[in-house]
């Protein structure tokens, strides 16, 4: 599994299971405050735990192999809620405008648009929920088995910008870390979650960084 690609959207992968540790240079103040219930926070664990999540997704956070256990909710909030789908929905729009201002009219086959498919096309969601949201050290066979249930979901903003993409008459390839064993099951997730007609699936052998 390729863990260090952040394309499209924030992945879940640079965000939950790249290895590395993150050191902040952040000074949290101390005192707790209360937010929604009766649950009580340190203070400064949300703006922590943002701004973390900033520095993986700019690469900037160092090596890590787990969330930090005091972001751990706060990457659940963001993954379950409103926030992740937002990112995603408003990279998708300006990706569509990108590709709507290509001359793609001609007809020569030549304009081509490359995904991601793990945290771009197909989310695994369900996997890290049943995993701790990233608060696990990731386990490649555990998500192999994942994998090999073909059952993760698309990305609703990405399938709407693949089907839109499409019509503007983009060939699709598909590049992944996944392994070249795990084909038939990524083909068969892919049109499970509503992707088709794809020109070419690009993915790598095991213990190798070749794609094939």
Known sequence: MDCCKF????SLHSFLISHAFSQSVIQIFPGRIEFAGD??????DELYCDSWRFSVETN???????????????????????????????????S???????????GDGKDAWVFDIDETLLSNLPYYAAHGFGSEIFN?????????????????????????LKQLGFKIFLLTGRNEFQRNTTEKNLLF?????????????RNRYEIM
Not at 39 to 44: E, H, L, T, V
């Open 7 to 10: 394309l499209l959207v924030i």
């Open 39 to 44: 649950r009580k926070i340190r203070a400064g």
């Open 60 to 94: 900037d956070a160092g090596e890590w192999d787990s969330v930090p256990s005091r972001c751990v909710e706060f990457v659940q909030k963001y993954m379950t809620g409103e926030h992740y789908l937002s990112d995603s929905e408003i990279v998708s729009g300006y």
């Open 96 to 106: 569509l405008k990108h590709a709507k201002s290509a001359n793609v009219s001609a």
């Open 140 to 164: 490649e066979d555990a998500f192999d088995e994942w994998v090999d249930l073909a059952k993760a979901p698309a990305l609703p903003a990405s399938l709407t910008f693949y089907k839109e």
């Open 193 to 205: 979650a509503g992707y088709s007609d794809w020109k070419k699936l690009f993915l790598r052998y």
